[in-house]
């Protein structure tokens, strides 16, 4: 009987052949982190460790039983299930898109001089340190199934130890909902709307949450435990059973979209985006909401800045409700009264302004 998974190193993994196969990797299927996550010093550590000989963690490829076609990319042959970032960044160094440190050290030959050389340069002046880098073996494991949850379930467990955020850790528990999460955080409002960066999943943590707050029909917790439990609650079920909830939560982007500008600076925070999506949510059936409008919105973000300055000057003259709007947007933004206060504040204040 074959076994459900087979594990086994590749063959051939050098640098530069994994290189050369770089069209035929998939780097983002569904269970992985966002790429373009290391930082500029790490990257250049990376390309340190593989100069000087130093141990590199395993990657893991998925190998497909069946060539696969994404885009305009034909001919896929695995997915990267751990290892994304390692070879984004060897990629990367062979692209020119970043040099070696400036305290690269070749502990072989102290001679050397390469800090702050780019890969293109190594040619010219070290052409046997490029040689040495290009020839080096990455330990790429291929990891042979057909079950996807398993392959979810190993990206999950080898990242056990990583410091993967909640976004993360839920996108690999896969499931018709996780799949419905990242649907939503493709849609417009998320790529030209918001003004805060997609860094770490940023769009599928919000847009999680206004799956489940639609989901329960009322405003509730959106704490990471239930979160978690709402995505893999539906981990088992047909993708069918979350086309309503897309559906409707795509209605009310389409909505925000035509009021909020690019890159609106009224969507700076998530916190925000959660508020703004329940008034439209809840009030689109409400006489006045057909005169809810962006400049409407800025009176009320205007109302709570001047509320503000005068609380700096004199307390006793501020109105509290709006002060309390403004603690409770940075503190405890995910429970539930904190979530019901604001949005009662700024539905009754929206009323008045529109």
């Known amino acids: 009987m074959k076994p459900p998974i087979n594990i086994y190193p590749m063959a051939d993994s050098a ?18 982190r966002e790429g373009d996550v290391w930082t500029l010093e790490k990257r250049q550590l990376l390309i340190d460790s593989v100069l000087n000989g130093f141990d590199i963690p395993k990657l893991y490829f998925h190998r497909f039983a069946r060539l696969k076609e994404k ?25 020119g898109k970043f040099p070696l440190a400036d305290d690269f050290s070749y502990f072989e030959d102290p001679t050397v001089k390469a ?3 780019y890969y293109a340069d190594l040619a010219k002046e070290y052409p046997s340190l490029k040689m040495k880098f290009d020839v080096r073996t990455l330990p790429v494991y291929v990891v042979e199934t057909e ?3 398993l392959i979810e379930e190993m990206f999950s467990r080898l990242n056990e130890a990583v410091p993967l955020n909640a976004a993360e850790k839920r996108n690999a528990f896969g499931g018709a909902m996780a799949k419905a999460v990242r649907e939503i955080a493709q849609h417009k409002f998320f790529q030209s709307s918001v003004a805060f960066t997609n860094k770490r999943y940023q769009h599928r943590e919000v847009a999680v949450k206004y799956l ?21 609650e539906f981990k088992k079920k047909s993708p069918k059973t ?10 009310v982007l389409n909505d925000m979209v035509k009021v909020f500008s690019v890159a609106d600076t009224l969507l700076r925070s998530q916190s925000m985006a959660v508020i703004y999506y ?7 059936s409400e006489k006045w909401f057909n005169k809810l409008s962006r400049k409407t919105l800025l009176k009320f973000d205007d109302l709570r800045l001047e509320n503000r300055a005068t609380a700096e000057q004199d307390i006793s003259k501020a109105k509290y409700d709006l002060l309390e709007f403004d603690r409770l947007s940075v503190q405890g933004t995910n429970d539930q009264l904190s979530l019901k206060y604001r949005y009662d504040i700024m539905h009754h204040y929206l009323q008045e302004l529109a």
Do not use: M
Request: with cysteine; aromatic share 14%.
């Open 278 to 284: 329940l008034i439209f949510k809840n009030c689109s």
């Open 71 to 95: 885009g305009n990319q034909k001919a896929i042959e695995y997915a990267i299930i751990d290892g994304r970032q390692r070879l984004e960044a060897i990629w990367g160094f062979v692209a």
């Open 242 to 251: 979350v086309t309503p909830y897309t559906s409707k939560v795509t209605n």
């Open 212 to 232: 489940y707050l639609l989901y329960k029909n009322e405003i509730v917790d959106t704490k990471k435990v239930y979160l978690d439990y709402f995505v893999k």
């Open 15 to 32: 640098v530069l052949w994994i290189h050369a196969k770089k069209n035929n990797i998939e780097v983002d299927p569904p269970y992985q």
């Open 115 to 117: 800090e702050g050389l």
């Open 147 to 149: 079950d996807t949850e």
